[in-house]
Each structure stands twice: as C-alpha cells, then as structure tokens.
C-alpha cells in the first residue's frame, strides 16, 4: 500500500477547497453593487448660525431670511458656476451651548438656478429648533468640523461660515478649537452683528477666524445681515482672500 496517498488525497482536498472559497469569492465580488465614487465639489461649507437668546425671534427670521435670499440671487449662483466643478455642497446648523446643536438643512448640493432655489427654500422652512443656552462658539466650530469630517461630498476647501451677536461664554476657549480645525485644513469666516457688542469684529479676527485667506464681514445690524451675508458667501465661494482687512457695511 502506498503510504503517500493519504497525504495525497489530503493535498488534493485542500487544494478544491482553496479553489472553491476563491470562485465563491469570485462570484461574490461580481455580483456586489459597485462602490459610488465620492462627488467632488468646490467647497463644503457648513452655515452656523446663532440661535442665543440673544437672538429673539425677530433677529433669528432676519438671519434667516437673509441667508435665503442671498442663495436666490444671482451673483451667488455666478461664484459657483465661476468655480472649477462648478459645484458646492451646503449645510446650515443652528447653534448655542457648546452641546447644543441641530441640522436644518443637511448637505445640498448646488450648482444650478433650480438646487440653489431648492436650497434657499430649505433654509426659509427651517424653523428654529433651539433657544437660549449660551453662545459656544468654539462648540460651533467643534460641531462643524464634525459636519465637514462626515460630508458625502469631497470638497476642494473646507469652510466653516459662523455668524453671531456674541463672544464666546460657555464651552472651551475658542481660540483652541480654531487651531485644531485650522490643523484639519479647515476655514473658518465669521459674520459678527455689532447690535450688542460693537468691537465683536475685532474679537472675531484675533479669536474665532482661521486659515488661509480667512476673513471677516460685519454687519452693524441684523437689517444690514442680508447685505452682508450675500457678501460674505459670493466671497466665500469665489474664494476671494480679504487676509484680515476690516469689512463692515457702510
């Protein structure tokens, strides 16, 4: 009797396994939906905006307001379509406490008349969700750099657009979370309303803006909010770099 053919018949089993495991693999492989490539776009840019209470209900429907219409005008669907995609992706959070935050508006994709009309009805239905619990801005930035980490979309530049009445008073210092957003290749421009705290610009520019070609657009007032706002975002998306020069509305 040959004392091999044991081991023979041994190899030859495992060897039809291996090759039947590889087919199921094989087969398995083929008939697996394929992987969605990541859509590329211009810019990912979140839309924090203050709901305090310091922001009544008046002030909260001028943000609002402001943000719709300026995604209905023109000259903003002209910055997209200026860009290399021609492409964006947008979000809107509202914002208090360094916990307290919630998605109106989840990521939108905008690069035509009609995505930026459906967009700016989205924000104009987005009714507020929370009121009052401090103004954290540094938990506005921690939040937003979760929302740009767990986009759908890949995005060219990452901007974080932060609007507010107030300095920072609750959470961490804000000047920490900045830095660690800015280390993520994160941008973030601020929108201050000078109706409380008339040198809230300044603190926005040594304290809550950073990265490269990060900026500064002010608005005196909530009724000068639409003005600046439609600034702010033509500026944002065309990439326009103000450094740290002083835009206030005249």
């Known amino acids: 009797m040959d004392r091999s053919s044991p081991i023979k018949a041994a190899i030859s089993f495992a060897i039809a396994i291996v090759v039947v495991l590889g087919l199921a693999g094989v087969a398995s492989a083929q008939n697996r939906a394929p992987l969605k490539a990541e859509t590329s776009v211009d810019l990912n840019l979140v839309l924090a905006v203050d709901a305090s209470g310091s922001v009544d209900n008046s002030r909260f429907a001028l943000q609002n307001q402001g943000y719709a219409a300026a995604f209905r005008n023109p000259k903003v669907l002209a910055a997209i379509r200026a860009g290399a995609l021609q492409t964006i992706a947008v979000s809107m959070v509202q914002w208090t406490g360094p916990t307290l935050h919630v998605v109106v508006v989840p990521w939108t994709l905008v690069n035509d008349q009609r995505s930026a009309a459906a967009l700016a009805t ?6 507020r969700q929370i009121f009052g619990g401090g103004t954290s801005l540094s938990g506005a930035i921690d939040y937003g750099v979760i929302m740009l980490t ?7 530049h990452r901007v974080i657009d932060i609007s507010g009445d107030g300095s920072n008073n609750r959470g961490r210092a804000v000047e920490q979370a900045r830095d660690e957003a800015v280390k993520m290749g994160i941008r973030i421009n601020g929108l201050p309303i000078l109706t409380l705290e008339p040198d809230l610009d300044q603190y926005y520019r040594q304290s809550v803006i950073g990265g490269p070609g990060a900026f500064v657009i002010s608005a005196r007032n909530y009724d000068q909010f639409a003005d600046a706002i439609l600034r702010k975002l033509i500026a944002e998306i065309s990439q326009t770099r103000f450094g740290s020069q002083k835009f206030a509305l005249k």
């Open 150 to 156: 767990a986009s759908p979309y890949r995005g060219t």
């Open 122 to 127: 989205a924000i104009d239905h987005a009714q």
